[in-house]
């Protein structure tokens, strides 16, 4: 199979049919590389919050309440783009209202056949819950069976936290999800690394998707810097450096990769290491002076 990952850009858009246009045309494009799955940025929706004009998407609160507003539609355009082209697809994240008084950041995944579920982030960063008050999804994680495989998805900054790619993985995941939204290239890095660290102790597939270039009309969402990327872990049968595939950094564009999910169930059970069958020895024992 062949899975993309989008470094995706915000535009503000002045109407939906203008973000309608836009995710077809980005659908169709990653759908043509024969890709089977396609993976769009953290936080990739919040350029809806232009369909309210200048002025909401410039608030804070405002902005959430726009994107929330465009849900359903968001949905059934998604399926429509799944269905037509017969992919899946990891929409970009959004805010949800989800019981709580505050929303969730939550990322959708689409199939052929419709919605398959969804995952809400877990951790929030200091933006996240210092100044935007977004909540941490309380529903746990999730992997979903597909006919591409066991997928599970870890957003952002949860990314970095080992413990959630390994209760993952030992929950049956063969291919991680990080969709990504970060200002910086030290944001960026810190994902990067986190998820190619994942890739390296689970012997996963780990797909990093980011939002790219400068949105300063949304200060939520207004600096973006990132490389789209598909990693897995350094080991026989994988490149070296554990990169399958990469776009340049801040280049709008797919990074495509052909996977085959044998090589990984190779390496978990007869690689160069054995990190994966090994991690129950971490026993931690601390010596005194």
Not at 56 to 78: G, I, K, N, Q, Y
Not at 191 to 220: D, F
Request: a negative charge; hydrophobic letters at 45%.
């Amino acid at each position: 199979m062949k899975l993309a990952a989008a470094a995706y850009p915000l535009d503000f858009l002045t109407d939906w049919d203008a973000y309608a246009a836009k995710l077809t045309n980005w659908v169709a494009t990653g759908a043509a590389t024969g890709a089977d799955l396609l993976v769009f940025p953290e936080y990739g929706s919040m350029e809806l919050a232009s369909l309210g004009g200048a002025a909401v998407a410039a608030d804070l609160e405002a902005a959430l309440t726009e994107v929330m507003r465009h849900a359903p539609r968001v949905t059934d355009l998604h399926c429509a783009l799944a269905a037509q082209h017969r992919v899946h697809i990891l929409g970009a994240s959004a805010p949800a209202q989800a019981g709580a008084s505050r929303p969730v950041n939550r990322a959708t995944l689409y199939g052929p056949e419709g919605v398959i579920g969804h995952q809400d982030k877990q951790i929030m960063t200091r933006f996240e819950r210092e100044d935007w008050d977004i909540a941490p999804g309380q529903d746990g994680l999730r992997v979903f069976d597909t006919p591409l495989g066991r997928i599970g998805i870890l957003i952002c900054y949860d990314a970095e936290f080992p413990l959630l790619g390994r209760a993952l993985a030992e929950a049956g995941a063969e291919i991680l999800l990080a969709p990504s939204c970060t200002e910086g290239v030290a944001g960026y890095t810190r994902v990067k690394i986190g998820a190619m660290a994942r890739a390296l102790e689970n012997q996963c597939i780990v797909v990093q998707a980011p939002t790219v270039g400068a949105a300063e009309w949304c200060p939520a969402v207004d600096a973006n810097t990132g490389a789209a990327a598909i990693y897995g872990p350094p080991d026989t049968g994988l490149p070296d450096n554990g990169i399958i595939a990469e776009t340049a950094l801040n280049a709008p564009g797919w990074a495509v990769a052909e996977i085959d999910l044998s090589a990984i169930h190779k390496v978990r059970r007869n690689g160069a290491v054995l990190n994966y069958a090994h991690w129950p020895e971490q026993k931690i024992r601390l010596g005194r002076d």
